[in-house]
């Protein structure tokens, strides 16, 4: 793994997260608790062996700069290596499903120009999944493919991904919009660095396409192959992804799966105390984080660092962050509740199974 860099596009919008993202990036986007969606990757990364990781940034870059600092929660705040927070391109037309652009890579070829290592493994930030990604580059290396893309079965019709044609482990054509049980892209893939360094050159005229958007015409003249991940992955796009797959974390085999403490997710340490339960609180099926405190009842619901819920308030179905406040007989129902946000005594909020309220 000392012959891979990797890097991290984060310089991307998506409207179908709508409110969640008008203030932060997709990659800064809460989860689970205490994370940031761009938690995934960095510790993904790390954890296989990966010691020099860039991150593209986008134009709204305080939250994601404020999360990752100078990557010391991920050990990358090092002399050799380490974390490189790179500039993203501000202006230019592209596709609403562009995640690698051509012009955020070709803007940083000194990062790419640097390194000494042969192999780049490269991978957007709202991809959910507790990934070892040694199996991938080891795979990449025995194949000899020029490009090894990350696949898995949609687990749904996706509008965002790109769905894959694989013909005997290559990757043959893209197509929009995979229905459910198809092959879908997973936004991570391995590339000779050699061959992105030219890639980017041919390319340089329509650098505002995305990476595969400029070589899809080319497919028949690289050796491009596919690698299925198995495991648990989701891909962020929508609020109604954010809301299901948020949710899914109190399945106890997901939580599992990505909160291994064999490869530890990392995060930006804040000092809470315990979650604290006064008599009268009831909390069922629930992830309650550190510095909350619960009077009333909670059901089914996840709760960040520092969420009051006052005496006679109910939460269910809920994902509530940071620092807010649901007081006294107030009902929540099928909600995001952005952070710091309060919800006066007696007021009833509910979404529904198919339409999730998100308030700010």
């Known amino acids: ?8 596009a984060a310089n991307y919008e998506t409207k179908g997260l709508g409110e969640l993202t008008e203030e932060r990036t997709v990659a800064s986007l809460p989860y689970g608790g205490k994370y ?27 939250s994601i700069i404020d999360h990752v600092g100078a990557g010391k929660a991920w050990d990358l705040d090092r002399k050799n290596g380490g974390l490189f927070v790179l500039p993203g391109s501000v202006f230019g037309v592209h596709s609403e499903n562009s995640h690698f652009l ?66 005997n482990g290559r990757v043959t054509s893209f197509k929009p919009q995979p229905r459910k049980y198809e092959e879908a892209f997973l936004d991570t893939f391995v590339i000779t660095r050699e061959l992105l360094l030219k890639v980017l050159e041919w390319y340089s005229a329509i650098d505002y396409l995305d990476f595969f958007e400029a070589i899809e015409g ?23 992804d954010y809301f299901d797959y948020s ?15 064999e490869r530890p997710l990392s995060t930006k340490a804040v000092e809470e105390a315990p979650a604290k339960y006064l008599e009268g609180a009831k909390v069922r099926n ?18 960040f660092r520092g969420v009051h819920v006052c005496k006679g308030a109910r939460v269910r179905n809920s994902i ?15 909600v995001i509740l952005d952070k710091s946000a309060v919800v006066k005594a007696g007021s009833v909020i509910k979404g529904t199974g198919e339409a999730t309220v998100i308030m700010g």
């Open 218 to 240: 080319d497919l028949d003249k690289m050796d491009v192959r596919g690698y299925k991940y198995e495991g648990y992955a989701r891909a962020v796009f929508t609020s109604s």
């Open 1 to 8: 793994m000392d012959r891979v860099i990797g890097l991290i």
């Open 286 to 303: 629930s992830m309650v984080t550190a510095g909350s405190l619960i009077e009333g009842e909670v059901d089914h619901s996840i709760l």
């Open 36 to 62: 940031r969606v761009v938690d995934f990757p960095m510790s993904n990364m790390v954890n296989s062996g990966i010691k020099t990781i860039g991150l593209i940034t986008p134009y709204k870059y305080r």
């Open 102 to 167: 051509l012009r955020d890579l070709r803007r940083n070829l000194v990062f790419l120009e640097r390194s000494p290592a042969p192999y780049i493994l490269v991978s957007s930030a709202n991809v959910i999944s507790h990934m070892d990604y040694r199996p991938l580059i080891q795979e990449h290396i025995k194949s000899g493919a020029d490009i090894t893309m990350v696949y898995n079965t949609a687990d749904r019709d996706e509008t965002y991904r790109v769905g894959l044609n694989v013909e």
């Open 247 to 261: 949710m899914e974390i109190l399945n106890l085999d997901v939580a599992n799966e990505l909160f291994s403490r």
């Open 320 to 334: 509530i962050m940071q620092r807010c406040v649901i007081e006294e007989g107030a009902v929540v129902e099928n």
